[in-house]
């Protein structure tokens, strides 16, 4: 007798049970081969047989003893390997061939066959599916070169008594700074390869390993994997990180401040196109948007008709005192530092914020720059643009040198 185990991944067992009665079940060879196993087992007629595809919503779970492999780790002698295009057959010919027995299995099973099947066509996945839908191999090949691990496996070797030695240093350092390379190296080929096959930015990205946030452990310390639930913890997690929760005194309630003086009586100007080409300069390139997904190579990209629809938002803006909804938002990215990765504080949160809201501030900050200048002393030379310390230390060697001179 014979049985088919498989993984429904990449390759399946097949084990042949001992024969002790001369009887045969099923198998590959004469009458209990693919052919006739019909006549057993109606389920493992014709395309039955294979592909085999699982309906999950079927699936029961059974408690069953534990699957006993019994001489699958030793050395095996006598290996015969088929290639036939459609699947890469490994016979075992010498004896003592593995056994497994245990499970849902009657007696001993003795193994046969292994197949590394990817079907007729090998981009489709394995053949076997599971809900209709195959299960692609993953290839993944080391982003470290081969000297890169060579150093590695030095670095392993190395005894222990000299960790503080000036040699373990260096090494240490070169490899720090060829796994750096690497990475970079394979960053580069990977996005590449996208490029040439006209394939989106999110191909690279999951292949850079970039991958999304797919469960947190919440405070209860319960694993949370669906994304409304991880969404939540998010929320509340950092909703709770930025709330104030400390009470305010009655002295705090009122404002004990001097009250402000205007020390000009003109009007709010009107911002002017010169005013946003300036701040749009100073703004950088190649900054990540916020959730309206407006870039600043965008706005500089977009002439006088851009400019003129920028002048009137922000005159608004700046008139009545109301900002757009917009840009109260911003577009949170966890940056994992280290430790365990289910746990939020092991993340580092970088808002990205509206590139308008930006373009506003810059504005905005230009012009109190301009007024605060102004109402600074000219002995005020630290923290001012265009000016520095050092004027005031020549000034005063120049005035004591002069005085000496006097003298």
């Excluded at 699957?67 to 006598?78: A, L, N, Y």
């Excluded at 100007?269 to 948007?289: C, F, H, M, S």
């Excluded at 700046?318 to 289910?342: M, Q, R, Y």
Aim: with cysteine; net charge neutral.
């Amino acid at each position: 007798m014979q049985i088919i185990i498989s993984t429904f991944f990449v390759l399946a067992l097949m084990q042949a049970p001992e024969l002790t009665s001369g009887d045969q079940d099923f198998g590959y060879d004469g009458v209990s081969g693919p052919l006739h196993w019909g006549e057993r087992y109606r389920e493992c007629a014709g395309k039955h047989q294979s592909p085999i595809n699982i309906n999950v919503l079927r699936v029961k779970q059974v408690s069953l003893p534990d699957i006993q492999f019994v001489g699958f780790d030793d050395s095996i002698d006598g290996v015969h390997v088929t290639n036939n295009g459609h699947t890469v057959l490994i016979e075992v010919e010498n004896e003592p061939h593995p056994r497994v027995r245990g499970g849902p299995l009657e007696g001993d099973y003795v193994f046969s066959q292994m197949h590394f099947h990817w079907g007729d066509n090998d981009t489709l996945g394995s053949e076997d599916k599971i809900n209709h839908r195959s299960m692609r191999s993953k290839n993944k090949e080391s982003k470290l070169s081969s000297e890169t691990l060579e150093l590695m496996r030095q670095r392993r070797e190395f005894p222990s008594a000299g960790d503080t030695s000036s040699e373990l240093r260096v090494l240490n350092k070169r490899i720090k700074k060829l796994i750096r390379r690497d990475l970079r190296r394979s960053n580069t080929r990977a996005i590449e390869a996208a490029i040439e096959q006209n394939r989106g930015s999110k191909v690279f990205v999951q292949q850079l390993g970039r991958g999304h946030l797919t469960k947190l452990r919440s405070a209860d310390g319960n694993i949370v994997a669906s994304k409304p639930e991880v969404l939540a913890e998010i929320e509340g997690f950092y909703g709770q990180l930025y709330a104030s929760h400390a009470q305010k005194s009655v002295a705090q309630l009122t404002d004990s401040r001097a009250p402000l003086i205007r020390h000009y009586t003109d009007d709010i100007p009107d911002v002017d196109i010169g005013e946003i080409r300036i701040a749009l300069e100073q703004l950088k390139n190649n900054k990540a948007p916020g959730e309206d997904r407006i870039t600043t190579e965008l706005l500089k990209a977009g002439g006088i008709a851009i400019l003129e629809q920028l002048q009137r938002l922000l005159n608004s803006v700046l008139h009545n005192g109301i900002t757009p909804e917009a840009w109260s938002e911003s577009v949170v990215v966890l940056f994992f530092k280290k430790g365990d990765k289910t746990l939020l504080k092991n993340d580092r949160p970088i808002s990205l914020l509206s590139h308008v809201y930006k373009l506003f501030s810059r504005v905005i900050t230009n012009r109190l720059a301009q007024k605060l200048s102004e109402f600074q002393p000219p002995e005020q030379a630290g923290f001012r643009k265009g000016f520095s310390t050092m004027w005031s230390i020549v000034l005063h060697s120049k005035a004591d040198y002069t005085e000496d001179r006097r003298l």
